[in-house]
């Protein structure tokens, strides 16, 4: 158990509609990413929040991705106008008030076709 | 040239081999090394954490870290078929604004009974 649940674990979407994922931090996480990955690579950072307040996004998060963490618990991850490039294995990690090790949830795997 | 090169594998070992995975990093900031390991369509687990160089020791787990060589390393003792998986190495800088991780692309284990 990693402390973290991650909503849903698949998601199907055609090319051009919105998707929202939702992560769950099991016990209370202060600090909160969203990583993705996609086959044959390793995580790459999206977007962090320290409590409520999102305080770095990558260039990878184009306009059409938006991220939230209203009140410091749970957060979400949208994707406004799917496109085939998208699909991949979206990722929330959390990591504890003091140190630099992350834990990840299971991900989200999302098919845009 | 990407910040943390990793062979991407695969690698096949027979059960009860030594296992060596490496990873070579261009930003001599990096302080905080970790070793993940994820299974097919699961997120990533930590596996080991060290700080700066030096070797840490877990069971049958060995973590190398050469900071004047930029180079880390992963020793799996007695592989197991159960350690097939995908072995990703991160890195993060000390005292950084966000302490994001940055990922390997992961090497690809297979071990066979």
């Known amino acids: 158990d990693t402390g973290v649940s991650q909503d849903p674990r698949h998601k199907i979407t055609k090319r051009g509609q919105n998707v929202t994922f939702r992560c769950d931090p099991i016990?209370?996480?202060?600090?909160l990413y969203w990583y993705r990955q996609t086959l044959g690579q390793g995580p790459e950072f999206l977007t962090y929040?320290?409590?409520?307040?999102?305080?770095?996004k990558s260039r990878l998060l184009s306009d059409r991705f938006s991220a939230e963490r209203p009140k410091g618990s749970f957060s979400t991850l949208e994707i406004q106008r799917t496109e085939q490039g998208d699909s991949a294995m979206y990722l929330c990690?959390?990591?504890?008030?003091?140190?630099?090790?992350?834990?990840f949830g299971s991900g989200t795997q999302l098919s845009v076709l | 040239q990407k910040e943390v090169e990793q062979d991407p594998g695969p690698l096949s070992v027979p059960e009860g081999a030594i296992v060596s995975l490496n990873c070579t990093y261009s930003n001599s900031a990096f302080q905080y090394f970790m070793w993940y390991r994820q299974y097919s369509r699961k997120g990533p687990e930590l596996l080991m954490y060290?700080?700066?160089?030096g070797n840490k020791e877990d069971g049958r787990f060995t973590a190398q870290v050469d900071k004047s060589s930029k180079y880390i390393s992963l020793f799996i003792r007695d592989s197991q078929p159960s350690d097939s998986a995908t072995y990703l190495c991160?890195?993060?800088?000390?005292?950084?604004?966000?302490?994001?991780?940055?990922f390997g692309t992961g090497t690809l284990l297979a071990v066979q009974p």
């Open positions: 991160a890195m993060s800088v000390r005292g950084g604004a966000t302490n994001k991780l940055i």
């Open positions: 929040f320290q409590n409520e307040a999102q305080l770095e």
């Open positions: 990690a959390v990591q504890p008030p003091v140190g630099e090790k992350l834990f």
């Open positions: 016990s209370e996480h202060n600090r």
């Open positions: 060290t700080y700066s160089s």
